[in-house]
């Protein structure tokens, strides 16, 4: 079936402006996840939806950045008022279940801030 | 401080040979072990879980095993191939939030 899908795959924009990275998960997975990778670096947790539970946002780096998750399935990132070192490339992957289980990933956002 | 860590330098070996690949941890108690296959531009691909009560995992020419005394998992690819190169990363369970490894480069030399 279908994978975890994101779009943009790239997206280049000029620090100040806000940018919406999309991705859709899975269908039938309720656990979604957003990472984000920098270059030569590890994945770094931003935030966590698991059903209709309130999502984990311990992982936003500061309020600039925020996520919903509509339905149960599409999610949107969005960062406001871009810095360069938001450049980035952006992760999404789902779950069968809770958190804990293995994840499927995207493809990814390459994000660009010049 | 918690810590994962995986050899950043890359590892290179000849097409046949076996691939070992190291994840040690520091001040983690997880519950399981996972890891993944990250290829250049493209999002990490699950391969592996380890549960801590197993000592070893194996799937096709894969094997894992995971030491919880040692705080360390064993990354291995028997009989490697070109295909087999890329990133694979560490991650585990902790608090029910998987926790990621950096990675470590394998290059497979036909």
Avoid: M
Avoid at chain 1, 10 to 27: A, F, Q, W
Avoid at chain 1, 86 to 114: H, I, K, M, N, W
């Amino acid at each position: 079936g279908a994978g975890v899908s994101q779009s943009p795959s790239n997206k280049v924009t000029e620090k100040g402006k806000d940018v919406e990275l999309r991705c859709d998960p899975i269908s039938g997975h309720t656990a979604l996840y957003w990472y984000r990778q920098s270059l030569g670096q590890g994945l770094e947790f931003l935030i966590y939806f698991q059903g209709n539970s309130a999502p984990d946002k311990s992982g936003l780096p500061s309020d600039r950045f925020s996520a919903e998750r509509t339905g149960g399935s599409v999610s949107t990132l969005t960062i406001q008022r871009t810095q360069q070192e938001d450049s980035a490339v952006y992760l999404c992957a789902s779950s069968l279940r809770q958190r804990s289980y293995e994840q499927y990933f995207g493809p990814g956002t390459r994000l660009t801030v010049t | 401080s918690q810590k994962i860590e995986q050899n950043s330098e890359a590892l290179n070996i000849q097409e046949g040979k076996t691939a070992t690949l190291t994840c040690n941890y520091t001040n983690y108690s997880p519950a399981y072990l996972q890891w993944y296959r990250q290829d250049p531009g493209r999002g990490p691909v699950f391969l592996l879980l380890i549960r801590e009560n197993e000592k070893e995992k194996r799937k096709e020419r894969l094997k894992v095993t995971f030491d919880t005394t040692l705080k360390q998992s064993l990354f291995h690819i028997t009989a490697s191939q070109p295909a087999d190169s890329a990133t694979y990363l560490c991650a585990l369970d902790s608090f029910q939030k998987l926790v990621f490894g950096t990675g470590t480069r394998l290059l497979v030399s036909p």
